[in-house]
């Protein structure tokens, strides 16, 4: 079946970089665009960055643009979030998915935690 397994989260201090990593099995992860959702306590998932199968283009959130970088190795099945410049409010958990069709939808991971504080 589908699984995502969200690695990489941990605590660090404003301005300090973290590297996430998704392991991704039961699908043809090498098809579908990849997404990274970012959920603070006590809010909503929020899309972050998304990447393209083969992986030359991505999208990125306003707030995270020039700080993130989405990244994707397709014969590992592994998505990657490289993320520098820290700040307090990118404190929440991580979670990676697949872009499906309406109405379509692949269970969720667990998810990393991040947080970013002095």
């Known amino acids: 079946q589908v699984r995502f397994v969200e690695s990489g989260g941990g605590l660090v201090q404003p301005g300090g970089s973290l590297s996430l990593s998704c392991a991704a099995s039961?699908?043809?992860?090498?098809?579908?665009?990849m997404d990274w959702y970012h959920q603070a306590p006590g809010k909503d998932r929020d899309l972050v960055a998304r990447i393209v199968p083969g992986g030359d283009r991505a999208w990125y959130e306003n707030s995270v643009k020039g700080r993130f970088t989405i990244s994707r190795d397709d014969s590992k099945r592994m998505l990657y979030l490289q993320m520098n410049s820290l700040k307090p409010e990118d404190t929440g958990a991580y979670y990676c998915?697949?872009?499906?069709?309406?109405?379509?939808?692949?269970?969720w991971g667990q998810g990393t935690q991040v947080t970013v504080t002095s």
């Open positions: 039961g699908f043809e992860f090498y098809s579908r665009s």
């Open positions: 998915n697949a872009v499906l069709p309406a109405g379509q939808d692949y269970p």
